[in-house]
T-cell receptor, first 112, second 117 residues
């Protein structure tokens, strides 16, 4: 069964304290792995799509990496405005290709 | 360009009633997907429409249904509402060609917050 597990559930950082969020997945033929950011009361905001093991993408203080079993979202020198819930989702390579399977998310709080 | 628009933003309904939610995708996007988000279950896939046809369906009871119009706008309907249907309902759109995974991801709307009392 396709499954996505994110850890930790919650993370508190001081401003400037770098860390990583983990997304472990089991899926039948990965087509893509997505990272989203969600602020309270809003819909998820797209960050990255990764397609194959070894791929990396960066955006400002965020860097996403992918292996055959997991993905990491590295946050370098975070700021309070990076506080949000970060969601990981996978898309399988066949069958229900329009369906994203989401993890439960990691809620990040960055204190000034 | 305008994003994904969902209406209404908030809705309060009584058990047993039915409700219709609306989603207008980004101009040019032909695929619309619906998700239910709850604190306990997270984001769960409801269904996906492409060119007015339901392409995929999640594991939800038949009370949940949807449709897509020729202009790609989509509606979802929930009949005989239950307390457990209280959730944030999210719509996401993409170009949605059947065999291409979007490199820019699916764009989500802000959702409709449904409360069933």
């Amino acid at each position: 069964e396709d499954q996505v597990t994110q850890s930790p559930e919650a993370l508190r950082l001081q401003e400037g304290e770098s860390s990583s969020l983990n997304c472990s997945y089991t899926v039948s033929g990965l087509r893509g792995l997505f990272w989203y950011r969600q602020d309270p009361g809003k819909g998820p905001e797209f960050l990255f799509t990764l397609y194959s093991a070894g791929e990396e993408k960066e955006k400002e203080r965020l860097k996403a990496t992918l292996t055959k079993k997991e993905s990491f979202l590295h946050i370098t020198a975070p700021k309070p405005e990076d506080s949000a819930t970060y969601l990981c989702a996978v898309q399988r390579g066949s069958g229900n290709t329009g369906k994203l399977i989401f993890g439960q998310g990691t809620t990040l709080q960055v204190k000034p | 360009k305008a994003g994904v628009t969902q209406t209404p933003r908030y809705l309060i309904k009584t058990r047993g009633q039915q409700v219709t939610l609306s989603c207008s995708p980004i101009s040019g996007h032909r695929s619309v997907s619906w998700y239910q988000q709850t604190p306990g279950q997270g984001l769960q896939f409801l269904f996906e429409y492409f060119s007015e046809t339901q392409r995929n369906k999640g594991n939800f009871p038949g009370r949940f249904s949807g449709r897509q119009f020729s202009n790609s706008r989509s509606e979802m309907n929930v009949s005989t509402l239950e307390l457990g249907d209280s959730a944030l309902y999210l719509c996401a759109s993409s170009w949605g060609a059947s065999s291409i995974s979007p490199s820019y991801g699916y764009t989500f709307g802000s959702g409709t917050r449904l409360t069933v009392v």
